[in-house]
């Protein structure tokens, strides 16, 4: 629990996988053990609280990563899994990118497989990364709003600010819903 601060603010707050704002779910991120404890439990229990091998990941990816482990960490003193690539050595962005619908995707054989292990591929990954860039919408608008002079021009922004902001809130609210299991139908949200 003492270190959950730490890979927080070293993680800016995002998955270390999908790379989703902590600030989306209303349930706690987890520590995530890159070489599982199931590999190492016995044979190198230091891996159980080495910060290099501790990341920051939503509940989703930590569940598909789980034990998913290849390599020797017994004859190495690098924090590797052969299966993925290492989140804090590794620059995510050149290995995966967002595609035209927000999907995450990657031209890297094993990023690909990646995608694959870590269930990137599930939409509600692109939903995460719509409602970011709603939220990113509304806040550009809000400041184009407050800067314009023109009276007419501004209650167009004002008001084109309004419809996205209450987009983003439907989006977050069956986002939400849904990420902890809840079916489309239970969800309620007006408009969908």
Not at 106 to 130: C, F, Q, T, V
């Amino acid at each position: 629990e003492s270190i959950k601060p730490y890979l927080k603010k070293d993680f800016q707050e995002r998955c270390c996988y999908c790379n989703m704002s902590s600030e989306l779910l209303t349930i706690p991120y987890h520590v995530e053990h890159f070489i599982p404890i199931k590999a190492f439990e016995g044979k190198k229990d230091s891996l159980l609280t080495e910060y290099e091998n501790l990341m920051w990941a939503c509940p989703k990816c930590n569940l598909s990563k789980g034990d998913k482990y290849k390599g020797d960490f017994l004859t190495s003193s690098k924090i590797e899994n052969e299966l993925f690539y290492n989140p804090v050595e590794t620059d995510y962005n050149d290995i995966f990118f967002r595609n035209e619908i927000g999907g995450i995707d990657s031209e890297d054989a094993k990023g690909r497989e990646m995608i694959k292990l870590l269930k990137l591929y599930r939409p509600i990954h692109n939903l995460a990364w719509l409602i970011e860039r709603l939220e990113k919408l509304a806040l550009n608008l809000e400041q184009a709003a407050r800067q314009e002079t023109d009276e007419e021009r501004k209650k167009l922004l004002e008001d084109a600010m309004g419809k996205v902001a209450l987009e983003c809130v439907k989006k977050s609210k069956l986002f939400r819903a849904v990420y902890n299991g809840r079916q489309f139908a239970e969800v309620g949200v007006e408009g969908e």
